[in-house]
């Protein structure tokens, strides 16, 4: 069973960084695609990053020149400088071998 983790959410200030990696398991496969999308206030998760297995990269317009994705095997980075109140949100991993896998999603806070 393809199972993604995430981790390096937490709590930071205004202005500060903070990296999420995700670590992907239950495959030899390299995923095609992989990376991170948010909540947001929609209905749907708006992607925030992603990059393919041969690093080609997307950006949302609102973290471009603040985020970089990176990824080394199954194993995505984000790395988030920075940070504003409104990147708040639940952030989600994700992996497309094809068929897309999400992670369980981790809480990313920006706050004073």
């Known amino acids: 069973q393809v199972r993604l983790v995430e981790s390096g959410g937490g709590l930071v200030q205004p202005g500060e960084s903070l990296r999420l990696n995700c670590e992907a398991s239950?495959?030899?496969?390299?995923?095609?695609?992989m990376g991170w999308y948010r909540q947001g206030s929609a209905q749907q998760r708006e992607l925030v990053a992603t990059?393919?297995?041969?690093?080609d990269t997307k950006y949302a317009d609102s973290v471009k020149g603040r985020f970089a994705v990176s990824r080394h095997g199954n194993l995505a980075t984000l790395q988030m400088t920075r940070l504003a109140p409104a990147d708040t949100d639940v952030y989600y991993c994700?992996?497309?071998?094809?068929?897309?896998?999400w992670g369980q999603g981790t809480q990313v806070t920006v706050s004073s």
């Open positions: 994700i992996g497309e071998i094809p068929g897309r896998y």
């Open positions: 239950g495959t030899t496969s390299l995923f095609v695609n």
């Open positions: 990059i393919t297995n041969r690093g």
